[in-house]
């Protein structure tokens, strides 16, 4: 299992470092950030789809549950918010399970907390957790 961790000071800081970890997530990998409401899950999804080459505004999918975007390598990413979603019926429903085996796309899923024992692999988890004022740790680890 690869696992790292980082403490960001900023937001900015929080979206570089994602940018520069999407060049290591292959198609077919899930990334599942976990952590409380603004923590820096959207923000790290930003740097994380800039890495991919997606110039399109990425806006939190917590209404909409599932935002897609395309890289210009043809990759999609579907950023999925389970926010709003309380069952596991509900996560079926929207079809999360069939998202994340989709050839040529890789999914970001926030919350992914609400998931429990029903976390996929391939997977990145990435553990936000608050510190002071703008400080925010982030643990990457790999479960293959
Ligand atoms: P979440 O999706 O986890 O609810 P957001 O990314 O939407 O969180 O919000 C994070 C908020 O915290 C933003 O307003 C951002 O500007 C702020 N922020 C401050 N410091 C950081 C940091 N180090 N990393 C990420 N966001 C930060
Ligand atoms: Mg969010």
Redo the contacts with the bound molecule.
């Keep these: 299992m690869i696992s790292r961790k980082i403490t960001?000071?900023?937001?900015l800081?929080?979206q570089a470092f994602a940018q520069e970890f999407a060049s290591q997530v292959k198609s077919k990998e899930t990334v599942y950030?976990f952590?409380?409401?603004?923590?820096?899950?959207?923000?790290?999804t930003k740097g994380f789809a800039k890495g991919l080459g997606i110039s399109e505004r990425i806006i939190?999918p917590t209404f909409t549950v599932i935002r897609e975007h395309q890289t210009p390598q043809k990759l999609t990413l579907y950023h999925i918010d389970l926010y709003r979603l309380e069952t596991m019926h509900q996560i079926k429903e929207i079809g999360l399970f069939d998202l994340v085996k989709e050839d040529n796309s890789v999914c970001v899923v926030?919350w992914a907390e609400k998931l429990g024992e029903a976390l996929t692999t391939p997977r990145w988890e990435i553990h936000?957790t608050h510190g002071e004022?703008?400080?925010?740790d982030i643990e990457v680890k790999k479960i293959e």
């Design positions: 960001t000071n900023s937001e800081q929080t950030l952590g409380d409401l603004g923590a820096g899950k959207t923000t790290f939190s926030e936000f004022n703008d400080t925010r």
